[in-house]
């Protein structure tokens, strides 16, 4: 017998009963549907895919206070009932008195509510919900999305210390950029950093207000040179951040080389000359490899510092620093981890202006001179890319400076991996995203004098770069805490890591020397060039009393029994200053007398004949190579830009 029309609506009924008490219980929209992603016991974030229309507030709530506020009006409205079955008069007159005060409590709350929360609602009004809007496209939300749901600005979003907070979809399909531009466009916000973390099940970004550094750091300021003087020596001091927060690199334990760079103006040198000269105060030696030549004027004739500016010099400096590099290797593996880092030698920086440029020079220089077996890539440019890899234990720092530290003018990618400390000015967003992709999204450059970005560990500081004169580099450089050890670089060619390891153990006046291990064939055309030079000419000037200005007929003459210095150095003689008149291509006397008298480059005297003082002619060749003269050298337009710019602080 089927089932009559009754029956069946009688099961329906009965079906839809039971489903509305589970729905009042759970705490479920009553209709059935789920507009958001709230549970039983957690409240909604997100309103679901596909849910059309505006969703109320309850909507968001846990199941378990719906279920409780709507049992609760149901118990009221049932002991009403009840008291009105039992005794009608009583509850009518509660009811009249009680719903009287209730009214008037309720019109009381909601007067006070709405002036207490008056600049909420404008707050939403004006800024959240404008947000929202143009936040539904980037991250793609559903426009009925409430958003006091996920966007959690505070009363006093724009202060210094107020943090905004913008829950994420769990799907993070994305892109930060446009995310952040929409906060920062619609909330007006300036100086501002982002924090964005996507683990869990509830990814979120915190917006905080960046607090500026100072306008400016000058090492004059004597709160400022305090501060340098406390810093230690393997950490200068770069600058102050924001809250006036030291801003500095401790070489021997985060980063042991450093990249800067900067646009035309942006402070490159300064930068270079602020941390150099501290180093050395600290007893560091300095090699300056400036193709420039006039980068670093505040380091001529400062103890403990070499200043290349000829490509040849500055090739055979990088090729003994590879050597010495090695060298220290060495000493540290037999040392062991326990062993002062000191024990290796003193610490070496090396200053390498320009680096595109300077590259370039370093390979046309090796492929006019290179011969036949030699191998095709310039060992300079080897030797430079073997101490960027040595790390911290060598104590050899690279300060290195490039307009555009691009992959092939370092030398390839991995070349730029070795620079955990990058210092950015004057950047463009294409440079911030070459060198520093891990930091998103690029802070906007500014054209503040010293302003720059020290990025270090993934997190970029804004820093105020201290400035330091010319003359106050130089005095502090000067200004160390008593001599060390010295290291001199001679021009050679490379040395065995054994052979330098060897040699320069075994010397015992404190003195590292990366001496003269043989010369390249280049060096003994040049040098056999001059002894036979000195054959013709040594004699005749001398016979005729016509000596260095502070020499005299008596003391050109040698003792009986003595023989010549360096009579037998026939590939690096001792000249005197007339002698090397005539072996220097572009220098007269006038001109060595006043340098030596004036030029704190100038070679020191290597021995004496008599009164005379004597120089080795390679010093006095490397020195006429990296002279400066107001005939050749000329100041480079974006240094007297940089000059310019830092001079107002």
Known sequence: MGRSEFDRQLEEGVEAFLMGVGRLLSGRD????????????????????????????WSYRPGWQRAAARLTTLGGLGAGGWLYWTDPEQTLTALEYGGAGAGGLLVSGAAVHAVRNRGQRELMREWVEPLHQALVGPLGIPEATRPRSYLHVPLNFSDDDAEIRIDLPVALKFKETEVAEMIVKKLALQGVSFSWKYDGRNPYVTVKKVHRPPSKVVFSDPKVKELVKKVPESAPLIGLERGQKIVSVDLDAESPHVLVSAGTGGGKSVILRTIASQLIHHGAHGYILDFKRVSHMWARGVKNVEYCRDIADIHDA???????????????????????????????????????????????????????????????????????????????????????????????????????????????????????????????????????????????????????????????????????????????????????????????????????????????????????????????????????????????????????????????????????????????????????????????????????????????????????SSESDEVDEDDVSEQEDVSVL
């Open 30 to 57: 009553m209709d059935g549907q789920r507009r958001t992603d709230a549970t039983f016991f957690k409240g909604g974030r997100r309103v679901l895919d596909g849910v059309e229309g505006r969703v109320g507030p």
């Open 318 to 628: 990088l090729v003994r620093l590879g050597a010495e590099g090695q060298r220290r290797i060495h000493v540290a593996e037999k040392l062991g981890d326990d062993a002062d880092p000191s024990e290796v030698g003193p610490r070496i920086v090396i200053l390498l202006e320009e680096i595109n440029a300077t590259m370039k020079q370093l390979t046309r220089y090796w492929e006019k001179i290179k011969e036949k077996g030699d191998p095709k890539i310039s060992p300079a440019v080897d030797a430079l890319a073997e101490i960027l890899f040595m790390g911290r234990a060598v104590r050899l720092h690279v300060l290195l400076v490039a307009q555009s530290a691009t992959a092939r003018a370092l030398g390839g990618p991995e070349m730029r991996e070795n620079f955990a400390t990058r210092i950015l000015a004057r950047y463009t967003q294409n440079a911030w995203k070459m060198l520093v992709p891990e930091v998103q999204p690029a802070p906007k450059s500014t054209r503040h004098i010293g302003r720059a970005q020290v990025v270090l560990g993934g997190m970029a500081h804004e820093t105020q770069v201290m400035f330091m004169s010319d003359a106050e580099a130089r005095a502090w450089a000067m200004a160390g805490s008593g001599p060390a050890p010295s290291v001199t670089l001679t021009k050679s060619a490379p040395v065995a890591a054994d052979d330098s390891v060897t040699q320069l153990n075994s010397d015992t006046d404190e003195s590292l020397h990366l001496g003269k291990q043989g010369v390249d064939d280049t060096d003994q055309t040049v040098h056999g060039r001059a002894v036979q030079a000195l054959a013709s000419v040594a004699g005749d000037r001398y016979e005729e009393g016509d000596a260095d200005e502070d020499s005299d007929d008596e003391a050109a003459q040698l003792p009986a029994g003595d023989e010549q210095p360096g009579a037998d150095e026939d590939t690096d003689p001792l000249v005197g200053l007339r002698e090397a008149e005539d072996l220097l291509s572009d220098v007269d006397l006038t001109a060595l007398r006043n340098a030596r008298a004036r030029d704190p480059e100038f070679p020191a005297p290597a021995d004496k004949r008599g009164r005379e003082s004597l120089y080795r002619l390679s010093d006095l060749q490397r020195w006429e190579r990296n002279r400066l």
